[in-house]
């Protein structure tokens, strides 16, 4: 509760800022960082759920056609249902769904003919091309910011997946931190990192969210 009273610091107190589990230790910064990430997600989702009906679709509707789209032929419906962290029937409800519609259609997978897999009709082709505009307003901004603020950034918020994606709090991340191929950087380049599948060292600006070839370090090795 907001007593009126100056924090620590000087300055008002932040509602963000509360007492810890016992015997936890408390960072203020660590608790104001969460909850400007928990904003931060707020936004994206309200982008995200404006835009999708908008379209015509639902929120879930619109992250299977992006994920069919970005899987590009592969999208079965158990790995969908897994990347949107949804049950599989929850996943199965929104994929006939957007069949009805004549977004998406099954097709034989091509890499084993017994699987079938999920793949965008012309109409899903146009409908994501427009879809994958959905962070148009932030990239906007986010142009604005300096490279170096913005590559840092980009390597804390990965870090931060990776550990969770460790814990098992989100179930896929395709991203250099959780990649077999990740390695540190080739000496004498001044670059920290090296993808060794493309044999190509490079810096936090170029750190991959969602990489085509990403392996899972635990599927891999
Ligand atoms: S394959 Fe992709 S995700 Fe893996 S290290 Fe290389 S660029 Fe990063």
Known sequence: MNSGNPAPDGLPED???HEGAAGARVDDLDQRLAAAVERMGH????????????????PLQHQLLLRVRALDGR??????ATELDVSQATAS??????????????VQDPADRRNVVYSLTASGEELSERLTQWDGPLTARLGEVPEADKATTL?????LVADLHGEGVVSVARTCLTCVFFADGSAGTGLPY?????????????LRVDCAEHQPR????
């Not at 995200?48 to 015509?56: D, S």
């Open 155 to 159: 390597r804390v918020l990965l870090g």
């Open 15 to 17: 509602s963000a800022v």
């Open 75 to 80: 999208a079965r419906g158990s790995d969908l």
């Open 194 to 206: 090296r993808c060794d599948l493309l044999q190509v060292d490079f810096d936090d600006a170029h």
């Open 218 to 221: 635990s599927a891999a090795s």
């Open 93 to 106: 409800e929104a994929l006939s769904a957007l069949r009805r519609k004549e977004l998406v259609e099954k």
């Open 43 to 58: 936004v994206t989702r309200t982008m995200l759920l404006r835009q999708a009906y908008a379209e015509g679709v639902s």
